[in-house]
């Protein structure tokens, strides 16, 4: 069987991600498609707009045939640590054949020159990163215009560091700096990214984007929001997002917990907050001094952004807080190697034959169910489960109806199975 793998928000689900996927499959041949996912929380450091379980429905019923969850950690982490974690999933099946990312540039060898270049760092390059971080640049400004430096000195050109002014590319870089770390035998594709940007806000006629799709959801009622976006989601994804909302459990966005991520810094100590993610000297000061005077989630993020801490990172700080993800608990799971298990979410037919064919082979547990593993003694499972569990327990306090608000759900919850037999790929 060959076999692709995909690494994935769906948040929610559009065209150009479906795209994405049936252009994978084809450009490789695949008999199978498997997505890593992020769970509950984005690499945004925001709430997916509807839960995980949702958005591996969308993804199994536009043709993927394997969705595994990429733990929180990862999932809500900078561009290298999500990319590594999906990567080591991936590469821990055993039986994954290609790696398939979408990017502005379309240019795969440009891409893995620079990721030789930062997965090796020479003294040079490090020399000129060190001195624009001393500028007060934020960590990806001061990379790019590093490596940009570094490229015009040792080539007389700079032409490959365009690359790293755009989402899918940084990405793409950290995909194939994994890879290398890895020393995986995955093979990388590209496919140029079709429609608007990533962090576009406005929506383009049929590739739009998800940020786009998710400010339409944020400032419409869901019946008006649903004639704007109808045109930007397959059928079926539309399907699953208005069951959701029907069913009030979204749209969750994160203005819905700026009171507890208030509260929690208000008070909590100085210390306290310095055990944070992302955390440097000083910025728990920061952090106390915006709660005292704002009143919002997005008051508080405004009070806390700046040049040197992006609104992004700092997304990542609160939310980290919010779920209960300290520095020391994020240099464990990375001491253990990345993700410590294989969660499925969900399913069809081929990705099950696939599941049976690894079994036994890979080198970590793969959790159909979760509360089987709850008091593992596998390095890193159960502490990683644990905060997975956590992290939706907060996650559903987002939800409109309390009926769905009860805690737990990580534990009790089925994988996604569908039954794609009769429309057979």
């Given at each position: 069987m060959k076999v692709v793998g995909i690494v994935a928000e769906y948040n929610p689900l559009h065209y150009g991600h479906l795209y994405h996927l049936r252009s994978a499959r084809m450009v490789?041949?695949?008999?199978?498609v498997v997505i890593v996912m992020s769970g509950n929380y984005t690499q945004r450091g925001e709430p997916a707009?509807?839960?995980?379980?949702?958005?591996?429905?969308?993804?199994?019923?536009?043709?993927?045939?394997?969705?595994?969850?990429?733990?929180?950690?990862?999932?809500m982490g900078s561009a290298e640590?999500?990319?590594?974690?999906?990567?080591?999933?991936?590469?821990?099946?055993?039986?994954v054949d290609f790696i398939c990312f979408g990017s502005e540039s379309g240019n795969i060898e440009g891409l893995k020159a620079i990721a030789s270049i930062l997965a090796d760092e020479p003294e040079e390059y490090k020399i000129l990163l060190k001195e624009q971080l001393s500028a007060g640049h934020s960590f990806p400004a001061a990379r790019q215009r590093a490596l940009s430096a570094y490229l015009w000195g040792k080539f007389g050109k700079d032409s490959l560091t365009r690359m790293m002014k755009s989402s899918n590319d940084i990405l793409g870089v950290e995909y194939l700096k994994a890879l290398l770390r890895l020393e995986s035998s995955i093979q990388p594709l590209t496919i140029n990214r079709v429609g608007s940007s990533?962090?576009?806000?406005?929506?383009?006629?049929?590739f739009s984007?998800?940020?786009?799709?998710?400010?339409?959801?944020?400032?419409?009622?869901?019946?008006?929001?649903?004639?704007?976006?109808?045109s930007s989601m397959p059928t079926e994804s539309l399907s699953v997002l208005e069951r959701e909302i029907e069913l009030g459990r979204g749209p969750v966005f994160p203005a819905l917990f700026g009171s507890a991520?208030?509260?929690?810094?208000?008070r909590m100590s100085a210390d306290e907050l310095r055990s944070l993610p992302y955390m440097e000297a000083g910025l728990e000061n920061r952090l106390k001094l915006a709660a005292d005077k704002s009143?919002?989630?997005?008051e508080l993020v405004n009070n806390i952004t700046t040049r040197r801490y992006t609104a992004t990172r700092v997304q990542r700080i609160l939310f980290s807080l919010l779920i209960g993800l300290d520095s020391r608990k994020f240099e464990f799971f990375n001491s253990v190697g990345g993700p410590a298990y294989i969660r499925i979410l969900g399913f069809n037919r081929t990705g099950r034959r696939l599941l049976s064919s690894i079994r036994g082979k890979t080198d970590l547990p793969i959790i159909t169910k979760t509360a089987d593993f709850k008091a593992s003694d596998i390095p890193g499972v159960?502490?990683?489960?644990?905060?997975?569990?956590?992290?939706?327990?907060?996650?559903?306090?987002?939800?409109?109806?309390?009926?769905?608000?009860t805690s737990g759900s990580d534990f009790t919850h089925n994988v996604i199975y569908i039954d794609t037999s009769t429309k057979d790929k």
């Open positions: 490789t041949g695949a008999d199978c707009v509807v839960n995980k379980w949702a958005r591996a429905e969308m993804a199994l019923l536009a043709g993927a045939d394997l969705v595994i969850e990429l733990p929180v950690a990862y999932a640590y999500f990319a590594f974690g999906a990567v080591r999933l991936l590469d821990s099946l055993g039986a990533y962090n576009s806000t406005e929506l383009s006629a049929k984007s998800a940020t786009s799709i998710r400010k339409i959801l944020s400032v419409n009622q869901w019946k008006c929001a649903k004639k704007l976006i109808e991520i208030i509260s929690l810094i208000r009143g919002t989630y997005e159960s502490e990683m489960l644990a905060l997975e569990s956590n992290a939706t327990n907060q996650f559903v306090l987002g939800y409109e109806n309390p009926y769905f608000r």
